[in-house]
């Protein structure tokens, strides 16, 4: 198993909030730090410092961690065309010493795409199937060789396909509900499918549909990662749980639940190991107030050291 911290710094946080978490995951033997791709507080409360970009942080992040893997869970095809996109992630993991991931989806934040003047067309599935098979073809491209591709809405013509990762093959995460593209989408292209802010049952039928996606396109499902990412409150008492959660606009019963990682340590045990058995390889602890680092340093000291490996 794999443990990774999640964060949303569209919510309100700075470069210098993100690096805090990042190098006190690394300390503490978290596997990965990854964020997410947004542009637009969600929801009310102080939108300040404003959004950071995340290719940019991951960039100064990689120069600034040593061994915690980087990545975005996940970046839109909305934001960028796949042959600058691949040249972006090749080049923040070449500085990173070969530590990046690629998580990529469709995108759904309308108000933001408006926001910023970022288009945002109602269907974007074909646009997600073409992005992935433009960036994993433009990086596994043997040096010398050129790349052309001729798709509905991209044309590649000779591209050099450079620069390349520093890693054989960039990790590259495909996640969502959907019933039919997505699995397949997964088993296509990914090397990791993650499902998110479901209940137990769910997470297990959503397994359940991807492997039998890659057994029907002849792929040996143990060669694709299972991965949840859920929200995370963690303290050692009631009263500290409680206060976490006002800190991010929320109530402890509202926090509490299936979906949800609410609890002390044992807690906490409890459910990864129900993820565990329902086929999980990394669990991405989605921590929402990221001027919080000791939200960061219980999970660390006090819960990681008796999750399963």
Request: glycine letters at 10%; charged letters at 25%; a negative charge.
């Amino acid at each position: 198993m794999e443990y990774c911290l999640f964060t949303e710094p569209q919510q309100g946080a700075s470069y210098e909030d993100q690096l805090a978490f990042a190098q006190t995951g690394e300390s503490l033997g978290f596997d990965g730090f990854f964020r997410s791709d947004h542009y637009l507080r969600m929801g009310s409360g102080d939108p300040l410092p404003g959004p950071t970009d995340a290719w940019t942080t991951l960039a100064g992040l990689a120069r600034e961690t040593k061994k915690i893997r980087l990545g975005t869970l996940v970046s839109s095809v909305t934001y960028r065309v796949p042959g600058l996109l691949a040249i972006q992630v090749a080049q923040v993991d070449a500085m990173s010493g070969g530590r990046v991931e690629l998580g990529l989806g469709t995108g759904w934040f309308e108000q933001e795409h408006h926001a910023y003047g970022i288009p945002f067309p109602a269907k974007r599935f074909d646009l997600l199937e073409e992005q992935l098979q433009l960036v994993t073809g433009l990086w596994s491209t043997p040096a010398g060789e050129t790349y052309s591709f001729d798709g509905a809405h991209y044309q590649l013509t000779k591209a050099p396909a450079l620069p390349k990762p520093a890693q054989s093959r960039v990790p590259v995460i495909v996640g969502g509900g959907g019933p039919k593209r997505t699995p397949e989408l997964a088993a296509r292209f990914a090397t990791e499918f993650n499902i998110g802010f479901r209940p137990e049952s769910d997470i297990a039928e959503k397994f359940a549909r991807v492997r039998e996606a890659c057994e029907r396109l002849g792929r040996d499902p143990e060669t694709l990662k299972l991965s949840v990412a859920l929200t995370t409150l963690a303290a050692a008492s009631e009263s500290e749980l409680e206060q976490r959660a006002a800190n991010t606009g929320r109530t402890i019963d509202e926090m509490r639940g299936d979906v949800n990682i609410v609890g002390d340590r044992d807690e906490i045990v409890a459910k990864v190991e129900r993820l565990a058995e329902l086929g999980a390889d990394r669990v991405y602890f989605q921590l929402m107030d990221l001027q919080d680092v000791s939200h960061v340093e219980y999970l660390g000291t006090e819960v990681l050291p008796h999750l399963p490996r």
